[in-house]
């Protein structure tokens, strides 16, 4: 029984060298968003008044949300999204674009055109880094009184993904 304990003793004491010669990180890369956006169509939206249609896009302002990379350290990433519907017709288009790089040492590549989001996750954009107030705008298409009156609602899931 002794011997049993004594291999056991040094099977965790070469665990804990291996531990110190090879150290690894459990942190994770952070994403931050804020800020939102919301709009009202009403009569006075359609083209030629009454019996025309919307307009069919609507865009938000150019820095209507803030995108933040922390904790990131020199590690590259990617940004997917997925619109993630609470009650938003399907024929309805959302759209998002970044309109700046932002600030911090970092890099970030893609994602300056309009990016269809779509209840499938898709990747969007990619870098390196930490950034801070990257400028994000939203664009909703296809727009039409053929939908119908009521309020539509959905989301976009922003999800940072570590690729090395």
């Not at 998002?96 to 911090?104: L, Q």
């Amino acid at each position: 029984m002794t011997a049993g304990l004594g291999g056991s003793r040094r099977v965790w004491l070469l665990g804990l060298v291996s531990l110190l010669f090879f150290p690894f990180s459990l942190t994770a890369i952070d994403i931050t968003i804020t800020g939102s956006w919301s709009f009202t169509l009403s009569s006075g939206n359609l083209q030629g008044g009454a019996g025309s249609d919307f307009t069919s896009e609507y865009e938000s302002a150019s820095n209507q949300v803030l995108l933040k990379i922390s904790k990131a350290g020199g590690n590259s990433w990617r940004i997917d999204v997925q619109r993630i519907d609470t009650s938003w017709p399907s024929s309805v288009a959302l759209y998002v674009r970044r309109t700046g790089a932002g600030t911090g040492k970092g890099t970030i590549n893609d994602g300056t055109t309009y990016h269809l989001v779509t209840t499938s996750t898709t990747t969007w954009m990619t870098g390196t880094g930490d950034k801070d107030q990257v400028p994000l705008q939203e664009k909703v298409g296809s727009l039409s009184v053929v939908i119908g009156e009521g309020t539509f609602s959905t989301a976009i899931r922003y999800t940072v993904v570590q690729t090395s």
